[in-house]
């Protein structure tokens, strides 16, 4: 298992950028793939990057691609997503987290898990 802490979360007009970062520990982080997922009031939890556990393999949601950034450092064991031109509709609780292997885009696939951090946009 890996233990995982989100911070970075805000409150940010439309238009800027946040950092997200997500803290691991246990066992060893750069065996894992790890995903960033946000859920916002009312919806589904939905996929919004993915990283290889190198950081050679990339995936992100259409809507954010362009904008969001997925990166790791195994060094540090902490994964990030830098989030730029910020939109309303970005509004929500980004979770990190982590699966053995190939990484994906569905929540079901990945077994460790965050607490969250809220991400809020205002228009």
């Known amino acids: 298992q890996v233990q995982l802490v989100e911070s970075g979360g805000g409150l940010v007009q439309a238009g800027g950028s946040l950092r997200l970062s997500c803290a691991a520990s246990?066992?060893?982080?750069?065996?894992?793939?790890m995903g960033w997922f946000r859920q916002a009031p009312g919806k589904e939890r939905e996929f919004v990057a993915a990283i290889s556990w190198s950081g050679a393999g990339t995936q992100y949601l259409d809507s954010v691609k362009g904008r969001f950034t997925i990166t790791r450092d195994n060094a540090k064991n902490t994964l990030y997503l830098e989030m730029h031109s910020l939109r309303p509709d970005d509004t929500a609780v980004y979770y990190c987290?982590?699966?053995?292997?190939?990484?994906?885009?569905?929540?079901?696939?990945?077994?460790?898990w965050g607490q969250g951090t809220q991400v809020i946009v205002s228009s």
């Open positions: 246990g066992r060893t982080f750069s065996s894992y793939a």
């Open positions: 987290a982590a699966r053995p292997g190939f990484y994906g885009t569905k929540p079901e696939w990945y077994d460790n």
